[in-house]
T-cell receptor, first 110, second 114 residues
Framework: TQLLEQSPQFLSIQEGENLTVYCNSS?????LQWYRQEPGEGPVLLVT???GGEVKKLKRLTFQFGDARKDSSLHITAAQPGDTGLYLC??????????WGAGTKLIIKP | KAGVTQTPRYLIKTRGQQVTLSCSPI?????VSWYQQTPGQGLQFLFE???????NKGNFPGRFSGRQFSNSRSEMNVSTLELGDSALYLC?????????????FGPGTRLTVT
């Protein structure tokens, strides 16, 4: 079974702090995607990283794909309450199905 | 461009009944995937349809079925509902494949089985 393990499962921090969420696997992926889901809504695609070592920035969010394309990280700088949500990573392996992590529930307290 | 729509948004059914959920993908998207999301199990893949054909299937019992119409709209059906079927059912549409197989989700249907 191909797995994507996310850590931590739950994170609660104060506004203004920095944080990093990890997505790890023993399998190689052709791309890694990050989604954010708010309560009562479907996940929303944030970014897709494709090349090993690739770094993408989305305002205060920085996404990195591991050199071996087996892992990825999401770093948030100066977290804000609007960043609260469930962060999901998903890996593609060249077909038409994604492998999903279990998610990291992030709460940013004002 | 309109997003993925799902109907109904909320549904309460009794154990043993059946239910049909509907999904309209983004215009031009021919791939529709269905997921079950529960707090304990995360996002579980049910099946994926492309051009009216089931292209991929997850590990769910035969009580869960789906279909896709010629306009790419999709329905999923759950027969003989069980309490454990209570979940958020998400539909996602996609265009492309391989490394750029990105999914665009609807708001989900919250199914409660009593």
């Amino acid at each position: 079974t191909q797995l994507l393990e996310q850590s931590p499962q739950f994170l609660s921090i104060q506004e203004g702090e920095n944080l990093t969420v990890y997505c790890n696997s023993s399998s190689v992926f052709s791309s890694l995607q990050w989604y954010r889901q708010e309560p009562g809504e479907g996940p929303v695609l944030l970014v897709t990283v494709v090349t090993g070592g690739e770094v993408k920035k989305l305002k205060r969010l920085t996404f990195q794909f591991g050199d071996a394309r087996k892992d990825s990280s999401l770093h948030i700088t100066a977290a804000q309450p609007g960043d609260t949500g469930l962060y999901l990573c998903a890996g593609a392996q060249g077909g038409y199905q994604l492998i999903w992590g279990a998610g990291t529930k992030l709460i940013i307290k004002p | 461009k309109a997003g993925v729509t799902q109907t109904p948004r909320y549904l309460i059914k009794t154990r043993g009944q059946q239910v049909t959920l509907s999904c309209s993908p983004i215009s031009g998207h021919r791939s529709v995937s269905w997921y079950q999301q529960t707090p304990g199990q995360g996002l579980q893949f049910l099946f994926e349809y492309f051009s009216e054909t089931q292209r991929n299937k997850g590990n769910f019992p035969g009580r869960f079925s789906g279909r896709q119409f010629s306009n790419s709209r999709s329905e999923m059906n759950v027969s003989t509902l069980e309490l454990g079927d209570s979940a958020l059912y998400l539909c996602a549409s996609s265009v492309g494949g391989g490394e750029m197989y990105e999914q665009y989700f609807g708001p989900g249907t919250r199914l409660t089985v009593t």
